[in-house]
């Protein structure tokens, strides 16, 4: 059975985050969704009007509705995609379970820090149980907000 983000909760305070699309439309993202900074093999999947072959990178920021990857390919497209998501294995020896997702995507950037391109989806669709997978693994993933950063001041004042 396939669930829809509709279902998901949107931000506290009813705000959320505007985008602007290549095409210079705005929407408002709810930005509620806990995020994980993840490093997940992912691959894009394009609409057959786009007949672009597959893209694979790596998550970089995951939550339950919407996902940022890094990739080599400077790519943006304003139809539908496919996102092939693949979390490692909770256990040594398990089978490693596929998420598919439909998705569109909100922006394409160069990011210079890791010397490639950081492409941004936000989900619209869980095919099967792909929510309730997702939410198993990231029982077991730490959220951004406990994301250890490196201490700038000095030691020992």
Known sequence: ?????????????????????????????PRGAERYHVRWKIALIFDQH????PLQGRTLDLSLTGTAMHTNAD?????????????PPLLYGHRQQIIEINARQVYSVY????????LGFQFTHY???G?????????????ARHHVTRFSGEVGK
């Open 75 to 87: 790519i943006f497209t304003t139809s539908p995609v496919i996102l092939l998501l693949a979390p």
């Open 111 to 118: 990011s210079g820090a890791s010397s490639c391109f950081r």
């Open 50 to 53: 786009d007949q672009r072959p």
């Open 127 to 129: 095919k099967d149980d």
């Open 131 to 143: 929510l309730q997978v997702l939410q198993e693994m990231l029982r077991f993933s730490l959220p």
């Open 1 to 29: 059975m396939s669930t829809a983000l509709n279902s998901l909760p949107s931000s506290k305070s009813g705000a959320g985050t505007c985008l602007e699309y290549q095409n210079k439309q705005s929407v408002v993202v």
